[in-house]
């Protein structure tokens, strides 16, 4: 499978990326935390590791490190507003729980 933006989010990062006058795209991946055991991290990034797979999708390049890509694999990252929030959303199909807090989550 792959990775993906929805055209909301692509449209978010170009606009970022373009008021910060550099960066490649966007790095995605997976760290320990929480109560359900795994967090989402998202960072801008101007050069890509070694180790990176990428993908590029609506225009926009995404990068994720391998041990990641297993617990990523098929999402879609998306922008979304709801009420006063907005921000961005990890839509994971291999995301089986989430803790209480929506803080972390469980494959």
């Known amino acids: 499978m792959a990775l993906a933006l929805t055209p909301a989010a692509a449209k978010h ?4 990326l373009a008021k910060r ?7 995605l991946g997976v760290k320990t935390t929480g109560c359900s055991g795994l967090a989402y991290k998202l960072e801008y990034v101007d050069e890509h590791a070694p180790e990176d797979l990428l993908f590029d999708t609506e225009g926009v390049k995404l990068m994720i490190d391998p041990k990641s890509f297993a617990y990523l694999d098929g999402t879609t990252l998306d922008y979304v507003r709801e009420g006063l929030n907005e921000g961005f959303k990890f839509n994971n199909p291999n995301e089986r729980d ?8 469980r494959v």
Not at 13 to 16: A, E, H, S
Not at 98 to 105: D, L, M, Q, T, Y
């Open 98 to 105: 989430r803790c209480g807090c929506g803080e972390s989550f």
């Open 21 to 27: 006058g550099k960066g490649l795209g966007v790095r």
């Open 13 to 16: 990062v170009t606009k970022y």
